[in-house]
């Protein structure tokens, strides 16, 4: 079994994690595309949106609509990008559905999963202190 959001979920490669309940999890993305970059998975591997099931959708689209707020809370955001990039024609790397859930601070700067920009290394520090105000926004809901 390679697929790294089913690792995360088993808890064999290490992530942020901010939120999970029985069919979903939520946590940082690595190379985030703003402060706050979520990505939100059923635990249930499936590389296309269609294949889940509609109660296993259900409970995604519940957990987005507790967490959007949450996370804008925490990121000083009023807006979000969410996104579903669904199969490799669209951009998908990782073969296990996930949300990316972007918050938006501003209009300014260009939010581009293509801006090398993402991909510079950040601290350990970086990601525990985002993951703890998250954490906590989504407590108080
Ligand atoms: P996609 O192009 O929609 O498949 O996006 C995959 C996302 O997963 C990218 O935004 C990556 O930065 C992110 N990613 C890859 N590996 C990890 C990881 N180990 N932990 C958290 N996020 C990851
Ligand atoms: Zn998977």
Redesign the pocket.
């Known amino acids: 079994m390679s697929c790294?959001l089913c690792k995360?979920r088993d808890n064999k490669?290490p992530?942020y994690k901010v939120y999970e309940d029985k069919h979903t999890l939520a946590?940082?993305?690595?190379?985030p595309v703003a402060d706050g970059h979520v990505?939100l998975i059923p635990r249930e591997h499936t590389q296309y949106i269609e294949e889940l099931s509609p109660e296993i959708w259900e409970a995604l689209m519940r957990t987005l609509i507790r967490l959007v707020p949450s996370i804008q809370r925490a990121m000083n955001a009023k807006d979000s990008n969410i996104g579903i990039?669904n199969g490799p024609n669209a951009?998908?790397?990782?073969p296990h559905v996930?949300i990316?859930i972007i918050p938006r601070p501003s209009k300014a700067g260009k939010l581009l999963?293509s801006n090398p920009a993402r991909f510079k290394p950040r601290k350990k520090e970086y990601f525990e202190e985002i993951a703890e105000k998250i954490r906590k926004e989504i407590e108080a809901t």
């Open positions: 790294i995360i490669a992530s946590f940082l993305d690595i190379n990505l990039n951009g998908q790397i990782i996930h990316h999963f």
